[in-house]
């Protein structure tokens, strides 16, 4: 069998008026991230790293932000699509971990919903899916609020 390990990280800017979609769920806040797609950090770092994990380079190869037909796209299905082309190579997920660092909204409370939906789309047990979130205490772009960033690290295999 064999294990590969991949890292992916993402980061987008937040602005007032804009929509907040972390972990393919739409949280209430003031400010929302700014993006071609729907501006998902988190699922954004996991097909980074699912696609580093499986030599595959990255996000922007395979879904260009020059591209017109991905304008405002629900990033849920630029999952769909990263579990389907890494599978092609016969990978399947093994486990996935990421850290979300913001300043503000808490994410604990969307946490539990943000495991369902993205084991429903990738079709993996919940317990696979582990999503933390952490404050920089106010230092930084994070910590001035002006930005997100998300950190995945994910375990593929291959029999």
């Known amino acids: 069998m064999k294990i590969r390990v991949g890292f992916g990280y993402d980061v987008h800017q937040i602005k007032a008026g804009e929509e907040l979609v972390l972990g393919g ?19 954004h770092a996991i097909c980074d790293a699912l696609f580093g994990a499986a030599n595959m380079r990255d996000i922007g190869f395979h879904f260009p932000d020059n591209d017109k037909s991905l ?9 769909k699509k990263t579990v389907e082309i890494i599978g092609s190579k016969g990978y399947k997920i093994s486990n996935i971990d990421t850290t979300l660092s913001l300043q503000k909204p808490k994410i604990s409370p969307h946490v539990e919903k943000m495991r369902t939906v993205l084991a429903q789309v990738m079709d993996i047990d919940i317990d696979d ?8 205490e106010h230092l930084g772009f994070e910590g001035r609020e002006e930005g997100i960033s998300a950190y995945a690290t994910v375990l593929i295999t291959k029999d």
């Open 25 to 43: 769920i739409r949280i209430v806040h003031e400010k929302g991230t700014v993006g071609h797609s729907d501006g998902d950090v988190l699922i």
């Open 71 to 79: 304008k405002g796209i629900d990033s849920k299905i630029l999952l």
């Open 129 to 136: 899916i582990s999503i933390k979130a952490t404050t920089t």
